[in-house]
């Protein structure tokens, strides 16, 4: 899929949250996430989220991914209003339009890494064969063939969530979610899997990632600021000393959930 | 362990089973139900052992003594209580009777009795005969007595529950029993046969709290049992029996003693020479040592070796039932300990050793167990209270006391807190066993099944297998039968200990077929592939599931299969003795009865056909000396082999044969045979035997004369007719021979047998008129009550379900990580359903397939014990595919199905993934 179409009817956003609010619990208890995000995130976009503790950052990315509902407003993927598909429809939407990276891994223990990789494909009902190569072939993209028939328990934390970028990325996803993809991984592995992000928005996808590491986000096109679940700034192909400073202005201490 | 480290693990064990409410009530469910049973059925037992005064106040009310005029004559000998048995000593011989019999032999019992206990009160207890009451229902049998119930003395040995006891002429008490059966209400009439002048107005009901089913009339003093003797023919009998009560038939009497006095031992003594037995009040409270007993209770009982036989068997029972439990509640430790494994390596990484661990896994067994064996000891006392007038009914009497016998009690929570410590202890051992890094980092290495293990499995599993069916083979037969154990014989006993052998074999060989099972899983589709891997990789849980499947269903193939082959092998060796359906009615000896008892049998049993009679050939020497006339060569020939006489109907009804030929022949004077080998020529040779030819003398062989008779005979070849008799002969050529025929019963061959409750009836008719008749349907080889295969197969059935929905619960609950992960790559909402269907249905498959392998080494092994056993060729083995087919197809796919209903569709997508 190339840059000129973004979405599925050629023109809009990969991405678009549109005025979204999330409220958690009830009565007393009652906590907003998040207070009425709008945010568009276009094809070969690469969007990084930063925030303190609590500001919204995770309940953003697992909305995006349609894993939660948001309580107003919409979620558009690719043009089509999650919140309006039948069940079946929106698990069909997770595994061939939307890769989601968890922070920690969330492999399943009982399949080797080929076979988590090709779990989404496998799902969708693709023959064995091809899931297979498919996932070799990510394997291979990010460097790490010799895991093929390992199992999640037998990998270090680095290779796990190598292996769980490549399941988010198999099958063509337009749009691919992370939420703190690096945090397990030293610089240079971390540098390494922030590159095939990269590499996948520039051939098309559209990214977004939630770090608190203004390093890591220097990577991205755009890097979005959240507190108290609004959106309170946004910056433009910002070096890491920049994001730094943004960041300091914007929350006393950034963390990796939100 | 000191008891601090101790304390921390209960203390952490208590906590761990609030939190997880879920898997805590589960494991107390599965402990409690079994404790509740057992204390419930304890304390019904206990309730109904009564102590000394209970079983006083049951036998003499308020009174002080209950004498029986026993043996007037006679010197008696007794226990403290005489219903326990009596022993009368005749006048001996070449003595002549001791003053004390001489005196009682001709005296009035009641005077007697009043001059030896002087001041004495005597209230007349003896039951009376037995009487037909007239009711709407018709009449109704029923015991009679006589009581007066206004007086107090009465109350505990007859009790007044309801109405008002009879105060007035002709007014009666009568049990609930008489009421249901009669159709009969308080305040209603009714009269007693032969005594139909006089009716009985019912005021009130009574019962014997020893005896609810009692069916009695309860007349006032003098109202009812002098009457009724009077009227009584000489034939009617009172009832006879030992009676618990007051000895039924004798006069018996309750006493009351001046104050101040009791009747003692010695007391009791002096009334047993005079032929009296009495159960005293103050002998019974205060029993005599032994050595001044003289009587010892006989025990004729001689079923120790039963009474052991059935030890074993409760033994066996709740063997099975605590390893049931055990097993079942196993993968709950498992899990629980799986779950909390980064806290139990927080304890390794605090300093804990392994012992500290696994008393953590430990504690909660005690804790959970603890409480699920409180639990169940005390539903069980609060049921047995709520219910005990039902079961008081059930049972026939009421409870003495509520018999709670705390050692009982703690005895029966003791084994339910063991059971659950017996659970606790593989999760235990495996969670001290896990790495501390390995914990804390959450991985899960999976290791394979330890080597010595499976060698183990695989020699216990061939060695007793071996043991099972070689010693069988080799065996020649001796010492059959001669019960070693506990009733069982060597062969017996050597086949149970290979088998039981195999089984735990097997048991230690699941954890590594679980695994190889987990290789294949890389050939199946997803959803097969991660429920299979899931399994092998948490043996923990799915082992000992998989474990109690087997065992139940090795049961049920093992008697499924045994009852199958023997009752296929019986019915092939079976042979009837008279046509299928026929109905026989048979007399020893002619009675002017018979006409009587056929026709009763024909009006009891309608549909019947044309009725054949039968007669015996009877050859007489001399005016008091006869035999049966036989037929020469006829070596079966006693009893149905014998030659009978009779017409066409005979050939028709007891040998199915319908041959005008044979008919007419036999009309014409010829004898009827079906074996030609039983022909000299073309002539039927009849013997007749006489009597001694001389007197018979020591040593040597007396002979008998012996007549030979020829006569004319035809052959019918019909083997199966040749079974049931030699032939048939005309009264009219055995009359013409000199001969007489004595009337031997009568045969009809209706299409379909008659039902059995119609032939109850009808049998009892017929023993009613006459004594000696004997009726009998012939209804082809019966098997053998399949109830225990059906009870088998049942309670198999629900192991294998409750086994695998259990664990496909906790594997769910384990799992929920998992599936969370699976939605959020885009799983379709019913993966969840999909896997625990595949899951639960894979432990059903894989325990019910080796519990099947396993119920084949005990059944076979059986089976060819009896084949040595009876000498006979190797047994064909009936393979019972519909019970094998439930348990190891049927209720795997039942339990799969119930798993995917009860499994939530809705994937639990967790609000913080990551």
């Known amino acids: ?258 | 362990m000191k008891l601090g480290p101790l304390k921390v693990a209960l203390r952490i064990a208590r906590r761990d089973a609030l939190r997880a409410k879920g898997r805590s009530a589960l494991v107390i469910a599965m402990i409690s139900l079994p404790v509740l049973g057992v204390a419930g059925a304890d304390i019904v037992y206990r309730s109904g052992q009564l102590a000394p005064a209970e079983r006083v106040e049951r036998l003499l009310g308020g009174a002080d003594a209950l004498v029986t005029a026993y043996e007037p004559g006679s010197t008696v000998q007794q226990g403290p209580f005489a219903e326990d048995g009596a022993l009368a000593i005749g006048v001996r011989a070449n003595q002549g009777p001791t003053p004390e019999q001489a005196r009682s032999a001709g005296a009035d019992p009641a005077a007697l009795l009043k001059e030896l206990l002087p001041g004495a009160t005597l209230l007349p207890a003896a039951a009376g005969l037995n009487a037909s009451a007239g009711s709407p229902n018709g009449l109704v049998r029923t015991e009679t007595s006589e009581a007066d119930l206004t007086d107090p003395v009465w109350k505990g040995r007859l009790a007044l529950v309801e109405g008002r006891a009879p105060n007035a002429a002709h007014e009666a008490a009568v049990t609930r029993e008489f009421l249901a059966e009669s159709g009969l209400h308080l305040g209603e009439a009714t009269t007693l046969k032969g005594l139909e002048k006089t009716p009985f107005t019912l005021t009130g009901v009574v019962e014997h709290p020893d005896d609810l089913a009692k069916v009695e009339f309860v007349g006032r003093p003098g109202e009812v049992l002098a009457p009724l003797a009077a009227t009584a023919p000489a034939a009617a009998k009172p009832p006879t029996g030992a009676g618990d009560r007051s000895t039924p038939g004798k006069p018996a009497w309750l006493l009351r003693l001046p104050a101040g006095t009791t009747l003692g031992w010695e007391g009791v003594k002096k009334l047993n020479q005079y032929g009296f037995t009495a159960t005293s009040r103050a002998v019974a409270l205060d029993p005599p040592p032994a050595s001044q007993v003289s009587y010892r209770q006989t025990d004729f009982d001689s079923s120790s070796p039963l009474r052991s036989d059935k030890a074993v068997v409760v033994g066996t029972v709740a063997g099975m039932a605590l390893l049931e439990v055990a097993l079942l509640a196993g993968p709950a430790f498992a899990v629980g300990a799986r779950r909390s494994r980064r806290q139990l390596a927080l304890i390794g990484a605090s300093g804990g050793d392994r012992g500290h661990i696994a008393a953590v896994v430990l504690g909660s067994g005690l804790v959970l167990g603890a409480v699920g064996a409180i639990t169940g000891v005390a539903l069980g006392t609060g049921l047995v209270a709520l219910t005990r007038p039902w079961i008081e009914e059930t049972g026939g009497s009421r409870f003495g006391h509520f018999g709670l016998q705390a050692p009982d009690l703690f005895a029966i929570a003791f084994v339910g807190v063991v059971t659950a410590l017996l659970a606790a202890a593989l999760p235990a051992l495996q969670a001290a066993r896990q790495s501390v890094t390995a914990g804390l980092t959450g991985r899960d290495t999976v290791k394979p099944p330890s080597r010595w293990t499976t060698a183990a499995g695989i020699v216990l599993f061939v060695s007793g297998a071996a043991v099972a069916l070689l010693a069988v083979g080799t065996n020649d037969g001796t010492g059959r039968g001669i019960a070693v154990f506990a009733g069982l014989d060597r062969m017996t006993l050597t086949v149970l200990a290979g088998s039981t052998t195999a089984e735990l074999g097997l048991l230690a060989l699941t954890p590594v077929l679980i695994a190889f099972c987990g290789r294949l899983a890389r050939f199946l589709p997803l959803g097969g592939r991660l429920a299979l891997r899931d399994s092998a990789r948490h043996r923990g849980r799915t082992a000992p599931a998989i474990a109690a499947v087997m065992a139940a269903v090795a049961g049920s193939v093992a008697i499924g299969l045994y009852t199958a082959s023997s009752d296929a092998m019986d019915a092939a060796t079976y042979r009837p003795h008279s046509p299928i359906n026929s109905v026989s009615l048979g007399v020893l000896t002619d009675s002017p009865q018979l006409p009587q008892v056929r026709a009763a049998i024909e009006q009891d049993l309608p549909e019947l056909g044309e009725r054949a009679d039968l007669s015996t050939a009877v050859y007489s020497w001399c005016a008091q000396c006869s035999s049966n006339v036989t037929v020469k060569g006829n070596n079966g020939g006693f009893g149905s082999r014998a030659l009978v006489v009779g017409d066409a109907a005979v050939l028709h009804n007891a040998f199915a044969v319908r041959d005008p030929a044979a008919e007419q022949a036999l009309a014409a004077g010829k004898a009827v045979v079906f074996d030609r080998s039983l022909l000299s020529g073309d002539k039927l040779v009849l013997q007749l035997t006489g009597g001694f030819v001389a007197p018979p003398q020591p040593g040597a062989n007396p002979t008998q004369d012996v007549r030979e008779i020829p006569v004319d005979a035809v052959v019918v070849e019909n083997p199966t007719a040749a079974r049931y008799g030699a032939g048939v002969i005309g009264t009219r050529t055995i009359t013409g021979l000199g001969l007489t025929t004595r009337p031997s019963g009568s045969v009809w061959l209706p299409s379909t047998a008659p039902d059995r409750k119609a032939t109850q009836r009808a049998s009892a008719t017929a023993d009613r008129i006459l004594p000696s008749a004997l009726l009998d349907v012939e209804r082809g080889f019966q098997p053998k009550s399949d109830l225990p295969t059906t009870a088998l197969t049942g309670f198999a059935a629900l192991v294998v379900l409750g086994s695998a929905c259990i664990a496909t619960g906790l594997a769910a609950a384990d799992s929920r990580r998992d599936q969370a992960t699976l939605a959020a790559v885009g799983a379709p909402p019913g993966i969840r359903r999909t896997l625990s269907g595949i899951q639960c249905a894979l432990i059903a498959v894989l325990g019910a397939a080796l519990g099947t392998v396993n119920g084949f080494v005990p059944a076979v092994a059986l089976l060819m014990a009896r084949d040595v056993a009876n000498q006979a060729g190797s047994s064909t083995i009936v393979v019972p595919w519909a019970t094998i087919g439930l348990t190891t197809l049927a209720v795997p796919l039942l339990a799969g199905l119930l798993a995917v209903l009860f499994t939530r569709a809705d994937a639990p997508l967790t609000r913080r993934l990551g």
């Open chain 1, 1 to 258: 899929m190339s840059k000129s179409s973004p979405s599925r009817n050629g023109t809009g956003p990969v991405l678009h949250l549109d005025h979204v609010t999330r409220v958690h619990g009830r009565g007393a208890a009652e906590v907003h996430a998040l207070r009425g995000v709008d945010l568009r995130v276009q094809a070969g976009e690469f969007v990084a989220v930063m925030g303190p503790s609590g500001s919204g950052k995770s309940t953003l990315l697992t909305l995006a991914g349609g894993l939660d509902a948001p309580t107003t407003g919409q979620v558009l993927v690719e043009g089509v209003a999650l919140g309006g598909l039948s069940r079946k429809k929106l698990a069909a939407a997770r595994r061939r339009s939307i890769g989601y990276v968890f922070q920690d891994y969330n492999l399943i223990p009982a399949l080797t890494a080929a076979e988590n990789i090709a779990l989404p494909r496998e799902l969708d009902g693709v023959s064995g064969r091809v899931t297979r190569r498919e996932a070799l072939a990510a394997l291979e993209e990010l460097g790490i063939p010799e895991l093929a028939g390992r199992y999640p328990d037998d990998m270090s934390g680095g290779q796990q969530q190598r292996v769980a970028i490549a399941r988010a990325l198999v099958g063509d996803r337009r749009l691919v979610l992370a939420d703190e993809p690096t945090g397990a991984l030293d610089s240079t592995n971390g540098e390494a899997v922030l590159g095939v992000l990269r590499a996948r928005c520039d051939a098309g996808a559209a990214a977004m990632m939630v770090t608190h590491e203004p390093r890591h986000a220097s990577w991205a096109d755009r890097v979005v600021f959240l507190r108290d679940g609004l959106i309170v700034d946004e910056g433009f192909g910002r070096s890491a000393e920049s994001l730094q400073t943004m960041a300091a202005r914007h929350g006393n201490r950034i963390e990796a959930t939100g």
